[in-house]
């Protein structure tokens, strides 16, 4: 596997570049290959390109999402790749990643593309095993060519083609899932070998399209869609964007978080909005006070929380941590850490005097 984390490249450029005034190209870089580094460094987020092959045991941590897949990548053989809660997987257009070891994947976000002509899969080949659980699948194929795999719990929406695709042989277990907006089968099993998946929610109180009763996503004759739960299995709500309305500031401002949230459920959620700031070595600082308790309705919503700065706060660079909490605060729907968010700059200083953390 060949990946590689901008956030040195960050530190080095932060050295490199003086604001206001001209860019200064580093000696060692070509102009390409500058602008790059410079469109990265921006991102608030480190961003993990992933390509190539996995050959030894690799887990993807939330510190260090999102990873970006290019290309076709393997897992190898007798090799595990364990994918940490609250990591963010982004699959290029095209990208697909091919599991022939052990792929464990727990609450995380698979982002393919929603455009027809993207072919974006994850494919379990035969003699791999692992399972996939309480993760959101979105825009993508799961393809499983073994019986060694568990999908479970999962919210499985590929608005460019099948959900879950199963082959000939294999028999894997599929259940407890909801199936949403896949726009040809949510679960298609090919072969002459029938396949169980109970206690899946089709999208329809009535149950599955295609053979079976309802009008929720379709199944093929193969797949045992009995018994089927009239109403979706979990709570899925995604932080689909995060803006702050500045990145500099000083002691005592009131910053503006702007969460627009995607509710794949068919009810609505009654929800807090939390944030914190987080600087190494310092105890993170929480506005409990502006915590914003919201009603999300299914689709697309977008809410605005204030966030007002001690005034004592000392000067640099901090971490901002986004939350989407349940209303009685029992569970984190949503914890996503923006790295460097934000600048204090402390009175009688300049943007400019601000160097490191």
Known sequence: MKSWNPSAVRRIIRHNLRAPGPIRPLEC??????????????AAEARHFVHG??????????????????????????????IAPRVTVRLQPGARLLIRGRLVAEKVHFDGREDLANSEAIVYR?????????CILEN?????????VAVTDNLVANRNGNGITVSRQAAPFIARND??????????????KRINAPDNFWGAADGPGGVGPGRGDAVNELVDFQPFAPAANGDHVLLRAHRLDRRECRPGDELKLEFTLYNFNTFAHDLILGASLNREGRTPIHSAQDDLKVRVRPGVNVFTRPF???EKLPGGRYDILWGVMKDDLSTYLVLKSEIDALTVIPPGKSPNDQEGR
Request: negative net charge.
């Open 126 to 134: 035969p003699g791999s095993t692992g399972y996939v659980r309480h």
């Open 140 to 148: 993508l194929e799961l393809a499983l060519e073994t019986s060694d």
């Open 53 to 82: 092959d996995i050959t030894a045991d690799t887990v993807w941590t939330a510190s260090q999402a999102p990873y970006l897949l290019t290309g076709t990548i393997e897992l190898a053989p007798e090799t595990r790749l364990v």
């Open 179 to 192: 199936f949403r907006h896949n726009s040809y089968f949510a679960v298609y099993k090919a072969g002459r």
């Open 29 to 42: 870089l070509g102009a390409g290959l500058l602008l790059l580094l410079i469109n990265l460094a921006g």
């Open 308 to 310: 007002r700065l001690p």
